[in-house]
Structure formats: structure tokens, C-alpha cells
């Protein structure tokens, strides 16, 4: 395979030479049968040179539908406290295979979410990092481990997707001293799903002092809601009807009361846009770790410590009723108070501005607009009886979403440009470790166009971007992820008759805290650059 070559050369040209870095390897003209292995351009997980140990948990070959099963032990010559937790995804697959959908939990509690990407037929292999240091609590005790990848196997898709995870535990010492973490990391109890709806319910320590919400939000599973950003008004005539139009918002409710708003992120898997070659080797943003939607439900709290499970609910805003597509799943960090064994407090005010949800329609000739604006805001204060004072906190979120979709005779061409800002500002008075004002600003955008020609060539020029600032936590610094493609074959012949060409580049940007900057490119499924 094309890898080990890469290999080989790599180590032939630090022997012979020099400094510098290897040559890199001359693309050919169209894709072959073989391609570089799959790889993002992001920084790996930082991790401390300390003892650790490594804990498999995972290690099947996922061919159907079902569950796999196996027990987690905490390693005992780790014993902690951590200053690091690192879960290490190993993926391999060849044949014929589509992109497939994926998730991990531990004890009930989602850690992982993920797509594949597609093989070629003499085999790829990829992995993923993720840091889980903010699962520790959960990790210190046996748990049940489930994962789930949905895989068809049979005479035309032969790809048996071979997972290995496992999870590291970094000793932490004076110099790398342990993670801060929640005092708990709760599940969703009762769990039902009805539509793009996910209910269920909470109960919270009676101490608890801080409340965070992760939701795994996700239009997937095939449809017209895992392309949702790209949905039309039925007035339209569009091929993937919903009224009013392709706003989304992914809400938390407590109690039957909108408690967070958020703007999912617009994922691409790696069959996306109609054009597998895109992504064959640079996956889209998020693609192999898909990251979950954080909320801070803290001004909450005086109504949830009474020790009563309290009804939680995940909604998304703007999917017609009834349609499925949507998976939500969603995690509860908790912060005790140690020094009490209750606290008490209430919500002091909570305001939920007006939805603005608005598509407008034009048509001319053959060519449709769609143009739409989406907007919302959330503004909470709570406060808490703590051991040591009042805490109060003041919680400001406002979502936007804009996008142009355009689309000719028969959807040819069929072109979006679209963006996202989910802004957030919470701003904690008193003595706690959270006291201070917090902000973040996410940005998503994307700008891509389908096209087939009269020769029945198929291109797809595509954009996406996800960026953020922020002032503290995983959000400190700045961000800037950014996806560029363009991929054309012809459609309706075998394979080997496509003649598919394609150019990739990802450019991974951090600033703050930690400075990174890589960027890898590619042409006809080899890597050029990084």
C-alpha cells in the first residue's frame, strides 16, 4: 500500500540525507485503487511525561448492526489521580464500504461520536485522539463499555470496519498535577426518542454547586436531515422539503423549560456532497471526532437540588414533525460543593427572546433562492446557597444563521453558502473556582456547489470552516479549521472508468495558550504537503 512506500521513503531520505524533510510523492493523474491513509491536519493531544498505562476496551470487527459489548477496569498500576486521560481510536478497512456513523459510552455516558471513512480496495487504515481527562470521575470505577457502528457487509459492500480503542491514563505528579475535573459525570436516565425529540430525566447531587450539559447533536443516518442545512421550503419544489425552511437549533429543556440554545455544527461525513473523493483522504472538520454542544445550565440549579429527578428533554428546532434524523445524545457534569450536603438557591430570571426563523423563496426561470435568517437569544440568572457564600451566575447566548441556497434545472447546479455564530457569556459572582466572566464566539461556515457537465461529470467545490474565540476553558485562544476541496468523476460507469481527480488542503490554526499551524494538502489521494 501506498503508506508503507511513504515509509520507506521517509526513512531512505533521513539516511541519506540530510535536514530536510522527505520529498514529497508525485501524485498520479486520477485516483488509482489505492490512496494515502485518511488524516486530519489537527494537533494531537498534548500529553505529560509521566508513568501511565493503557487499558484496551474496544478491539471488534463491526460487519452489522449490533452493539458491541466489554467491561472497563480501571488499571490498577495507575491508580491516579491522572493529570491526563487519552482515548486512542485504531480503524482499519478495505474493499467497498460507505461512510458509516458511530458512538462509544462508558457506564451510560457518550464519549466518543464518529464517522468512518470510505476504503479503498487494497485497505486504509486512520486514527483518533481524543482527550476524555473530563471523564475521569467516571473512569475510576468498573463500567460497561458499548460501542455501535452501523455496517452493512454482504456481495457488493465488503468492508469490515476493525476498530481497536483504548484508553491511556497519565500518572500526574508535582509537575503535572491532576486534571480539574466535575465531581460527577451523569447519563440521561429513562432515555426515549420520538422524532428529533430526546427525553428523559436528571437527578443532580443535592450539593451540587455547577451544572454543564454536553448534547452529541448530529443530523445523521441517511435522509434529508443529515444534509439539513441544505433543506427548502416545500413552496420550493426543492428535493428535500421542511418548512419554514433550514434553520436549526438544538435546545435543552428542564422541566419543560428552554434552559440552553445552540447552532449544531454543520458535519460533512465522508461521503457527503455527492462526491466521495473529497474526502478520501482530508476528512471534513469533525468528521472523526465529532464534538458535542457544552451548556451551562448553573443559574438552574436552585430549582434541581431538592433531590428529585427532574425531566430533561433535547430538542431541535425547525425539523418537521415526525422526521427522524437527529441523535442527541447528552451528558451531565456535576461540581459538588464538599463542605455541604445540599445547596439551595433560584432562578432570579430567565428570558427567551423571540425565534426568528424567516426563508424567503425567488424563482426565475429555472433557477430558485432561497434565502433565509435564522436568530435567537437566552439570557438566565440563578443563584446558589453554597458553604462558602452566595454564587450567582448570569448566563447570555444568542445563535444567528444566514444562507443563500441556489439551485438550476433538474438542482444543476445546487450551491449553498451559509454561516453559523453561537456566542455565549457567563459571568459568576462569589466564591467559587468559577468566579469571572467567561465568553465564547463560534463561527461555522460553508460554501459549496454540485455541478454535472454535459460530459455527466460530477464536480463538487466545497469550503468549511470552524472557528472560534474564547477567554477560558477548551475555548481559551483562537481557532481556525478550514477545509478546502474540488473533486470531478463521471458518473454512471464502473469504477475504474470515473476518472476521478480531486485537490484537498487543510489549514489547523490555534492561537492563546497553545500555538499551532499545519496544513496538509493533497491531489488525486496523495498527500503534497504535511
Known amino acids: 500500500m501506498r503508506r508503507f512506500t511513504a515509509i520507506i521513503a521517509l526513512a531512505t531520505a533521513l539516511v541519506l540525507g540530510g535536514a530536510g524533510a522527505a520529498h514529497a510523492a508525485t501524485p498520479p493523474a486520477e485516483f488509482g485503487t489505492d490512496w494515502d491513509d485518511p488524516r486530519t491536519a489537527a494537533p494531537p493531544v498534548d500529553k505529560p511525561p509521566t508513568p501511565a498505562c493503557t487499558v484496551p476496551i474496544v478491539d471488534h470487527g463491526f460487519a452489522d448492526f449490533n452493539t458491541y459489548v466489554n467491561a472497563f477496569v480501571p488499571p490498577s498500576a495507575c491508580p491516579g489521580p491522572w493529570a491526563k486521560v487519552v482515548l ?3 480503524g482499519s478497512v478495505k474493499g467497498r464500504q460507505f461512510d458509516r456513523l458511530g458512538w462509544l459510552s462508558i457506564g451510560g455516558v457518550m464519549v466518543l461520536k464518529t464517522s468512518t471513512p470510505e476504503p479503498s480496495a487494497d ?62 459525570v451523569l447519563p440521561l436516565a429513562a432515555p426515549t426518542q420520538d422524532g428529533a425529540d430526546l427525553t428523559g430525566t436528571l437527578t443532580v447531587p ?115 414533525a415526525g422526521q427522524v434524523g437527529w441523535d442527541t445524545p447528552v451528558n451531565f457534569l456535576a461540581w459538588r460543593d464538599p463542605h455541604a450536603t445540599q445547596v439551595t438557591g433560584a432562578l432570579l430570571a430567565h428570558r427567551v427572546g423571540d425565534l426568528t426563523d424567516d426563508s424567503t423563496v425567488a424563482v426565475s426561470g429555472t433557477d430558485h433562492t432561497v434565502t433565509t435568517h435564522g436568530a435567537h437569544d437566552l439570557t438566565a440568572v440563578g443563584f446558589v446557597r453554597t458553604s462558602h457564600g452566595i454564587v450567582t451566575t448570569l448566563l447570555r447566548q444568542q445563535v444567528r444563521n444566514d444562507s443563500t ?50 460530459a455527466n461529470r460530477l464536480t463538487t467545490t466545497i469550503t468549511i470552516t470552524d472557528a472560534a474565540d474564547g477567554t477560558a476553558g477548551s475555548t481559551a485562544g483562537s481557532l481556525d479549521d478550514t477545509y478546502t476541496g474540488e473533486a470531478s468523476f463521471t458518473l454512471g460507469v464502473p469504477r475504474e472508468q470515473r476518472h476521478a481527480t480531486g485537490t484537498s488542503r487543510e489549514r489547523y490554526r490555534l492561537s492563546g495558550p497553545r500555538h499551532f499551524d499545519h496544513t496538509i494538502r493533497t491531489v488525486n489521494g496523495t498527500v503534497i504537503e504535511g
Not at 483518533?128 to 473512569?139: I, N, R, W
Not at 413552496?235 to 434552559?259: H, I, K, T
Not at 455527492?274 to 440549579?301: C, E, G, H, K, Q
Request: glycine share 10%; charged share 15%; proline share 7%.
Open 405 to 454: 441556497h441556489r439551485w438550476g434545472d433538474g438542482e444543476n447546479p445546487d450551491g449553498l453558502t451559509a454561516t453559523w455564530t453561537d456566542e455565549s457569556l457567563s459571568l459568576v459572582v462569589g466564591h467559587s473556582a468559577h468566579t469571572g466572566l467567561t465568553r465564547s464566539a463560534l463561527r461555522y461556515a460553508l460554501d459549496g456547489t454540485i455541478t454535472i457537465d454535459a
Open 88 to 90: 486512542h481510536l485504531d
Open 123 to 184: 485497505g486504509i487504515a486512520w486514527s483518533v485522539e481524543k482527550d476524555v481527562s473530563g471523564y475521569a470521575p467516571l473512569l475510576r470505577s468498573p463500567q460497561t463499555v458499548n460501542m455501535f457502528l452501523s455496517n452493512v457487509v454482504n456481495d457488493t459492500f465488503t468492508g469490515v470496519l476493525f476498530i481497536k480503542v483504548s484508553l491511556t491514563f497519565y500518572q500526574a505528579d508535582r509537575a503535572h498535577p491532576a486534571a480539574a475535573t466535575a465531581s460527577d
Open 206 to 320: 443535592r450539593n451540587t454547586e455547577r451544572l454543564l450539559a454536553e448534547v452529541y447533536a448530529t443530523g445523521s443516518g441517511g435522509g434529508c436531515e443529515e444534509f439539513w442545512y441544505l433543506t427548502a421550503p416545500t413552496s420550493s419544489g426543492y428535493s428535500c422539503p421542511a418548512d419554514p425552511g433550514p434553520y436549526r437549533e438544538v435546545q435543552v429543556l428542564l422541566d419543560g423549560r428552554v434552559a440552553g440554545i445552540a447552532a449544531p455544527f454543520p458535519h460533512v461525513y465522508t461521503g457527503g456532497w455527492s462526491n466521495p473523493f473529497l474526502w478520501y483522504v482530508l476528512p471534513a472538520p469533525r468528521a472523526f471526532d465529532i464534538r458535542p454542544v457544552t451548556y451551562d445550565l448553573s443559574p438552574y440549579l436552585g430549582l434541581l437540588t431538592d433531590g428529585a429527578p427532574h425531566h430533561v428533554s433535547v430538542h431541535v428546532v425547525g425539523v418537521p
